[in-house]
């Protein structure tokens, strides 16, 4: 059991009690951490007189070894202010501190469905907004969180606020009746650190691929093919990536054109496409890895996490969507 809540509250109250004068309007999000801490601190304003409140930060459980804490919470500011009464959680994710500068975390989605299964019991009960309420406000706080931090150096101890995202999407689905084995599963792709260490649920990464609507499956099929029918979509989209690296649906990039680049589509490691980032011949690619590059290209969306995407020369006064 963590003894770490009394210290994420008397944060708070000091900022809190700091900030009282200023009055913010809803929609409004503050951060008050510094872009170097190994931590995030930050309050949303949702509804008139109710706070939501961003917290993480690295400490020790009773047993000595560290974790990651990161929570979302609710306060009534008015009511705050006569009773005191501690803010009510609503999502809570603990991840070992060990992992604080890794792009891969073992157990991530595990650890995010437990969150997610808590979330599930307890929000719509004792006061608490249900997640018809919850989801559309935690979607746009997230949103605005990232375009404010975006460029901060990288550590685990800030993307677990992002994590939340994950949570509550996930405590939909199962509150719908998803099994909490199926509930978050990695998306394709996250073991190769190729989004710079941020973790979403597959259903929320695929979801938005799909929402972008990146490339029209029937009409390129018709095109490479001649029918829109019994071909496999993979081989479309390498077809695709094959076109953009070398000028034509079957092409091989000079130098990659043997069976070794086979799962590498003979195209380059820094071509649209390949799961890496490297000069030589790639080694293994993938739709996943060619959709994320597409779309990446100007490092505008919230899965496209900087420092470690890097915006192409023509990408100019670009915004996170």
């Known amino acids: 059991m963590l003894r770490l809540w009394s210290v994420g509250c008397a944060i708070y109250i000091c900022i809190l009690v700091t ?20 931590c ?7 509804r008139n007189n109710t706070t939501v409140l961003l917290e993480s930060y690295t400490g020790d459980d009773e047993g000595g070894s560290g974790r990651i804490v990161s929570r979302v919470s609710l306060m009534k500011t008015g009511h705050w202010k006569r009773s005191r ?24 989605s595990e650890l995010v469905t437990s969150s997610a299964q808590y979330m599930s019991r307890t929000v719509g009960k004792s006061g608490i907004p249900s997640l018809a309420d919850l989801v559309p406000m935690y979607d746009a706080m997230f949103e605005k969180l990232h375009r404010s931090t975006r460029g901060w150096p990288f ?42 260490g941020l973790f979403v649920c597959r ?33 479309v ?21 043997s069976y070794r680049y086979d799962f590498g589509w003979h195209i380059l490691g820094s071509d649209s496409g390949c799961c890496g980032d490297y000069p030589r011949c790639c080694d293994f690619a ?15 969306y919230f899965v496209c996490p900087e420092p470690y995407c890097k915006p192409a020369p023509s990408c100019t006064n670009t915004t996170v969507v």
């Not at 009464?85 to 991530?108: A, F, M, R, W």
Request: net charge negative; glycine share 6%.
């Open 85 to 108: 009464q501690d803010p009510v959680t609503l999502s809570v994710l603990e991840i070992p501190s060990k992992d604080i500068h890794d792009l891969v975390i073992d157990g991530i």
């Open 286 to 300: 993938a739709p996943f890895c060619f959709f994320h590059d597409i779309l990446c290209e100007c490092c505008s």
């Open 203 to 235: 259903q929320e990464y695929e979801g938005f691929f799909l929402s972008k609507q990146v490339v029209d499956e029937k009409q390129l099929m018709m095109k490479i093919y001649g029918q829109a029918e019994q071909s496999n979509f993979e081989d």
């Open 155 to 196: 550590t685990q101890a800030r993307w677990a606020t992002f994590y939340h995202f994950s949570v509550i999407h996930a405590a939909e689905r199962i509150r719908g009746g998803v099994p909490a084995q199926d509930a978050c599963p990695p998306y394709r792709g996250y073991a190769t650190g190729k989004t710079g």
């Open 40 to 46: 995030l601190h930050a309050e949303y304003s949702w």
């Open 19 to 38: 900030n009282l004068k200023r009055v913010a309007s809803t929609g409004d999000l503050r951060i008050f951490s510094d872009r170097h801490c190994d």
């Open 237 to 257: 989209v390498e077809a695709l990536a094959r076109l953009n690296a070398c000028g034509s649906f079957d092409c091989d990039v000079p130098g990659c054109a």
